[in-house]
């Protein structure tokens, strides 16, 4: 990104105007020793979930999609961290290559499904299609409807040959979105996070919603369902994923005490954020 266009979008961001406060269902974040306590037991469950996978040869696929800065890669990260990574696998493509674009659109996706005995975590998906590809005008509308038509059908294919598909949607508000990105402008240990993309999305923060309930309305599915998880509490959202993973999986050994319900204020289906 040349350093005048990233100074640029930077002021623009600082100077954003402010925005109606969006109610988040706690006014306190979760307590540091509280999360890093049952962080500290549910990756334990995580081994022992990721034992079962090899000795059943099960193969998982976990989708993360969000707004930029929604914690996607922060989740994905205390998922995997103690995990051994011959049998877990996190795939964050970059844009397609030249190659790519003159293939079928879910090719590229296709190659990186697990074997048996694996586990795959997408850090955003095919789903790019529906999102940044729609809004940034990357994707033109019939290739966008076919996508739209497509993808529950290719679900459903995977979910019937074994795959267990999990779908994650992070969501933050645009205050939380603009806070997160304008950090990592002035974190030079994160500005290999930031693109023009990035910095353009808060401002897109609108068009982003509308092709997010397009998207979650067309292809939330009975086999491939998508969870909601709200993130503006980091802490709440990752535990919150793990207690909906580690709570559908009936795993050898799994500690239902250790293991408590998801918190139905912060995950849920689409129905938390009011899609119908």
Known sequence: MPKSQSSANVVALKNGRKTKRVDYPYKRRMPRAEYEDELGSLQVEMLRLQAWVKERGERLVLVFEGRDGAGKGGTIKRLVEHLNPRGAHVIALDKPSDVERGQWYF?????????????????????????VERVMGFANQRQFEQFMAQVPQLERMWVDDGI??????????????????????????????????????????????????????????????????????????????????????????????????????????PGLLGIK
């Open 107 to 131: 090719q590229r996706y296709v190659k990186h499904l697990p074997a048996k005995g694996e586990i795959i975590f997408f850090d955003r998906s095919w789903y790019n299609r529906a999102g």
């Open 164 to 269: 267990r598909l999990f779908k994650f949607f992070l969501s933050i508000d645009k205050k939380e979105q603009r806070k997160r990105v304008l950090a990592r402008s002035e974190d030079r240990l994160k500005h290999w996070k930031l693109s023009p993309i990035d910095l353009r999305s808060t401002d897109l923060y609108e068009e982003y919603t509308k092709a997010r309930n397009d998207m979650l309305r067309a292809t939330n599915t009975e086999p491939a369902p998508w969870t909601v998880v709200l993130t503006k509490d980091k802490r709440r959202g990752r535990i919150n994923v793990f207690r909906h993973l580690l709570r559908s999986l009936p795993y050898s050994g799994r500690d239902l005490d250790t293991i408590k319900a998801p918190d139905p204020k912060i995950l849920g289906g």
